[in-house]
């Protein structure tokens, strides 16, 4: 297995640095520059905008910058943003890259839960109304154009009921005598996040080893969740960020609701396709036959092989969460990766869209190497030599 990963991460280097050479030629040999923004600025000469361009390295052959650019990465340096001059690259996806994880992660792993759940459900009891009724609305989720139905679920839940507020990061008349920022605040709610996960994750391996009832597991794991929470309550109520956590949370609940209602419909519809096929396989049939629980036969010997394309497609998903964040956090005002993509590709900053496709294609290349991993634990089949 070490010589296989060892094989991978060296695969997946030489594949990063060739995409870093792709994307960059890609975007450079669009027409213009950022120095196009500034020529119908009347205020300008032709010396300043000449200037300009040479302040941003814009004047040099494509040769000489690709080479420049190249060397500052190899030493973590992405180079300055045009359009958040004198803002580095690498300090605007720390700021924005956060929030974006945040947004999808959350709504993929509720997705994800619930949608799998939904779909071995569905599967095991076919031919019913429900499974026709949720096939249908899932495929209407899936197949909905996202724009529209954010700006649907804003209407309806933001604008009419005024159940959320519409759009935006936080409450500015919230955070006008603020003694804290709001990155420090989303930061700290990102790290108990991930502190919390890793305790429930701890909690709940220990409690499977250990505890062997199933009524009484399902006891102490649901009191680890409580605990986990009331943890984090004491933390923000001592450190008196308590009004300012819950502003960003509001904030949050509709696009995540959003995003996790069009992400549900296609892991209930992969699983219950997954799990139609698996339920042929003869080793479901003999299981069957030897009398097994009806729940034992799904859960432990169908849903369990119905899992692998449902799990390659989770975190395929979550490495190109920038396809529909632009979309998604431009209707939603969201300031995160997405959105500042799509900001930086209109005004042509060369430097802040390369650093954030090399954000995506990292993540990306992670996605697939943990693919791999995740197989010869979900399928005992696998074996890498």
Do not use: C
């Not at 991978?8 to 027409?31: E, G, H, K, Y």
């Not at 989770?314 to 979309?327: E, I, N, Q, R, S």
């Not at 496709?357 to 399928?379: K, M, N, R, S």
């Amino acid at each position: 297995m070490s010589r296989y990963l060892t094989k991978r991460i060296a695969q997946s280097v030489l594949t990063f640095f060739i995409f870093l050479t792709a994307i960059f030629f890609m975007l450079d040999a669009q027409p213009g520059d950022f120095g196009s923004v500034f020529l119908n600025d009347p205020r300008l000469t032709a010396e300043q905008r000449q200037t300009l361009r040479a302040n941003l390295g814009l004047d040099k052959p494509v040769g000489e910058r690709y080479l420049s650019w190249m060397g500052n990465f190899l030493r973590g340096d992405l180079g300055i943003s045009f359009s958040n001059y004198p803002r580095p690259v690498v300090d605007v996806i720390s700021e924005r890259a956060p929030r974006t994880i945040v947004l999808f992660l959350s709504a993929t792993i509720v997705a994800f839960y619930v949608g799998f759940l939904a779909g071995k459900v569905l599967a095991w009891r076919r031919g019913g109304v429900l499974e026709y009724a949720a096939t249908l609305g899932g495929v209407g989720l899936f197949t909905v154009f996202t724009p529209w139905f954010g700006l649907m679920m804003i209407w309806i839940f933001a604008f009419n009921l005024k159940i959320f507020p519409i759009g935006k990061f936080i409450a500015p008349e919230l955070w006008r005598g603020a003694t804290v920022d709001a990155n420090s605040v989303f930061n700290s709610l990102l790290l108990a996040g991930i502190i919390g996960g890793a305790l429930l994750f701890a909690w709940t391996l220990y409690t499977r080893r250990r505890i062997s009832t199933p009524a009484v597991r399902k006891r102490m794991q649901t009191f680890g969740v409580i605990a986990v929470l009331v943890l984090l309550v004491i933390f923000w109520i001592i450190t008196d960020i308590t009004p300012y956590v819950l502003d960003i949370l509001h904030h949050l609940l509709l696009p995540i609701l959003t995003l996790t209602l069009i992400s549900f419909a296609g892991t209930m519809l992969l699983t219950r396709n997954s799990m139609l096929e698996t339920l042929r396989e003869d080793y479901v049939q003999a299981a069957r036959a030897k009398g097994l629980p009806d729940k034992v036969v799904r859960d432990k010997h169908a849903a369990r092989n119905a899992l692998l394309p449902v799990v390659t497609s989770l975190v395929f998903g979550l490495a190109t969460v920038l396809d529909g964040g632009a979309l998604t956090e431009t209707v939603f005002s969201w300031p995160g990766m997405g959105r500042t993509l799509l900001t930086a590709a209109q005004l042509e900053d060369i430097p802040m869209t390369v650093g954030v496709l090399v954000f995506t294609g990292a993540l990306a290349l992670l996605a697939h190497l943990v693919v791999d991993v995740l197989y010869t634990y979900l399928d005992p089949r696998i074996r890498y030599a």
